[in-house]
């Protein structure tokens, strides 16, 4: 059974299976260490405890795990949540229906439980130097007073934050992390614990150690985070590659940096037109404009008309401002507070706040 699930799981990248457990008894302790999203149960489980008895089990200890129940059509089985069955799969089954039946299951458990009101909040922008990185930084200061916050570094190749935060090229990264069996734990001994109060997971310090970051090594630290912390913000690199968009499918909200510059413009437009493909939902998008007070001759209309929506939020210009946070690496927001671009991005966090509260978008996947 197990390697029939493995085998039709296979041919796809966004689902991972972190370990297979044979007995029932070890169930609960390996879902409490490895906090998947979802659980496959096997109805038939051999010997003690049975399956519905371990899938009950792992719904009293890990509410926010979704959990599949697999069956035969001799043995018929009822959804019932309450006892740890969110979803049934008759076999023989295909690799389509065991896809969505596992989406499903992660999806209603999602906003179900106290985790599942985490928030991941990436800054995305096709285009560079817009701002992602001051933006990013910021705002996970002005999300700290809500609950705990990391920062993730997902500008693999450059480290773009451990630039901004002056870190020393000897402080752990995400690739320090085992590949297996990740833990809170592990995670806990790589976070960087900046001065300005928040967590902060940092690229690898060089180069070419960027490709030892696989994209699923990235799917696995979102979700691992989103359960340790209340809001995860994730700096991305200018492109929109496989690991950018697995950052963003993993994400509830995506912040679309933009600033008054016809190639960041056209190049925005042409990633939302993806977006749409992909099936993001609008309450997932944003749109934060930088620099807003510097038009460069582009009118604001325009840049909606070619966005073909509106301009959700805006940042002011403030170089001297901002030259000087970043090059001493601490947040403008807690600097200068008074200052209108940190008013700007209070308003942003103040956006995400009231937002955590209601059930957030779940990311459509592709
Ligand atoms: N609102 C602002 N006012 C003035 N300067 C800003 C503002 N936002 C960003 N900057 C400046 O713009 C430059 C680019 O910012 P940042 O590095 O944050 O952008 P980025 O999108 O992360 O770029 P990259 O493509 O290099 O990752 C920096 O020098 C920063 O100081
Ligand atoms: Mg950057």
């Known amino acids: 059974m197990a390697s029939h699930i493995r085998a039709l799981l296979a041919a ?25 999203d979802v659980v496959i149960v096997d109805a038939l489980l051999q010997g003690r405890p049975g399956g ?38 008759t076999m023989p089954l295909n690799g389509f229906d065991l896809l969505l039946a596992i989406r499903r299951a992660a999806e209603e458990r999602r906003g179900q439980s106290g985790h599942g009101r985490s928030m991941v909040i990436s800054l995305f922008s096709p285009k560079g130097g817009v701002g ?3 933006l990013a930084f910021n705002l996970a200061v002005a999300l700290a007073g809500d609950g705990p916050v990391c920062l993730v570094d997902g500008s693999i190749q450059f480290s773009d934050l451990r630039g901004l935060l002056r870190v020393p090229p000897t402080a752990p990264s995400m690739l320090d992390l085992p590949t297996e069996r ?6 806990s001994e790589v976070i960087w614990r900046d001065p300005s109060g928040i967590d902060v ?22 979700s ?5 912390y209340a ?79 509106p301009i959700d939020f805006e940042i002011v210009s403030d170089g001297r401002l901002v030259l000087a946070a970043n090059n001493e690496g601490v947040p403008f927001v807690s600097a200068s507070p008074d200052a209108p671009i940190a008013a700007g991005v209070r308003a942003i966090a103040a956006s995400l706040t009231a937002g955590r509260t ?8 592709h």
Do not use: C, W
């Open 12 to 36: 796809q990248s966004q689902i991972t299976i972190l370990d297979v457990v044979t007995r029932g008894e070890r169930a609960v302790g390996v879902v409490g260490e490895l906090h998947p």
């Open 52 to 89: 519905r008895t371990v899938a009950s089990m792992i719904r009293q200890a890990e509410p926010s795990a979704g959990i599949v129940m697999l069956t035969v059509p001799q043995n018929p089985i009822q959804e019932d949540a309450e006892h740890g069955i969110d979803t049934v799969l």
């Open 132 to 134: 992602r990185t001051t």
């Open 182 to 187: 990740l833990r809170e734990g592990d995670m």
């Open 201 to 222: 997971l940092l690229a690898p310090p060089r180069v070419e150690m960027a490709e030892m970051v696989t994209t699923s090594d990235l799917e696995k630290f979102l």
């Open 224 to 228: 691992l985070l989103r359960r340790m």
């Open 231 to 309: 809001y995860v913000v994730v700096d991305t690199r200018a492109s929109l590659d496989e690991d950018v968009l697995a950052i963003l499918d993993g994400s509830d909200r995506i912040l679309q940096v933009l600033a008054f510059d016809a190639m960041a413009i056209r190049s925005l437009a042409m990633a939302r037109e993806t977006f749409a493909a992909i099936g993001y939902s609008p309450g997932k998008l944003s749109v934060v404009l930088n620099r807003a007070d510097t038009a460069g001759g582009i009118d604001r209309a325009d840049v909606e008309a070619a966005l073909g929506g």
């Open 358 to 365: 209601l059930p957030v978008a779940s990311p459509v996947s």
